[in-house]
């Protein structure tokens, strides 16, 4: 997409977001996504299906449609039950995955938490071009004193900076933090995150709060119902459904005395 930065929003989760169609016309959704989202493996399938199905709305047949690749380049921890750092996706028959039903359909997610965490040694898994590509994502700030330190402890790192590509993407990526109107975007952006960061630990936080004030309710309730099937072996519907319908732990702590102490149901609930 066009990078328009009079559009370009700071609050945007998204680093990165390029559609690019190749010269064989196949298309490509790349975007690096910095934070997990409840529905975002659903977002990937959905971004991969507007891509395929808008190739029709520009009234093109079936037979016309080309392949579309979606390649996710994530920094947060995702599929942690798997050691890889390049996940492939594509719709093959459950048990015979020779059996291909489209070679339309690919999704590459790209796992840059794992580097971050100082696993160089999983690019072992992949081709050296992707492993120099990758290393720019996860170095590619890095100021030339640190790089330097870097490459002397990991020569892949001083040969992926060595590329012709990768230099002259470095290059360019310098240009464009120099730039006053980029270096004031991305401090936005980064007051943003904080925020954002900040606003996600407050909402733990209250909710483990809640969490234990709704246990300690239900467990009061709990503990009456207790004490009253103990002493009267059976207690009526009602006064179940009228005790898990109370949520006030002073009136609850009330309860739970009357229930110690009462000799009939029917007192106990006159209490109610």
């Not at 990165?16 to 690096?32: H, S, T, W």
């Not at 030339?144 to 993407?169: D, G, K, T």
Request: charged letters at 25%; glycine letters at 4%; proline letters at 4%.
């Amino acid at each position: 997409n066009p990078f328009n930065i009079t559009n370009y929003s700071a609050r945007k989760r998204i680093i990165l977001d390029v559609r690019v169609k190749d010269e064989r016309n196949r298309f490509y959704n790349i975007e690096i996504q910095t934070y997990p989202h409840p529905a975002f493996k659903d977002r990937i399938l959905f971004g991969w299906s507007d891509s395929y199905v808008s190739q029709l709305l520009r009234g093109n047949d079936y037979t016309e449609l080309e392949p579309v690749f979606a390649i996710v380049i994530t920094e947060f921890p995702i599929f942690t039950e798997s050691p890889k750092i390049h996940l492939e996706f594509t719709p093959r028959e459950k048990d015979d995955h020779h059996l291909i039903l489209s070679n339309h359909f690919q999704v590459h997610i790209l796992r840059l938490e794992l580097l971050f965490q100082g696993h160089l040694e999983l690019l072992e898994q992949v081709t050296p071009e992707l492993a120099y590509w990758l290393l720019f994502l996860v170095f590619g700030k890095k100021n030339e004193v640190e790089m330097l330190q870097i490459a002397e402890e990991y020569p892949i790192v001083r040969e992926a900076f060595a590329n012709p590509l990768v230099h002259e993407a470095v290059q360019e990526f310098r240009r464009f933090q120099a730039d006053p109107q980029m270096q004031e975007l991305e401090r936005q952006r980064k007051l943003f995150l904080l925020d954002l960061q900040l606003g996600l630990n407050a909402a733990k936080t209250e909710g483990k709060a809640e969490g234990k004030a709704e246990g300690k309710v239900e467990g009061k309730a709990e503990g009456i119902l207790d004490i009253l099937n103990d002493k009267f072996e059976q207690v009526p519907q009602h006064i179940v459904d009228s005790l898990n319908r109370q949520t006030d732990a002073a009136v609850l702590k009330l309860l739970l005395l009357h229930a110690s102490k009462c000799a009939s149901l029917d007192e106990f609930a006159a209490n109610l």
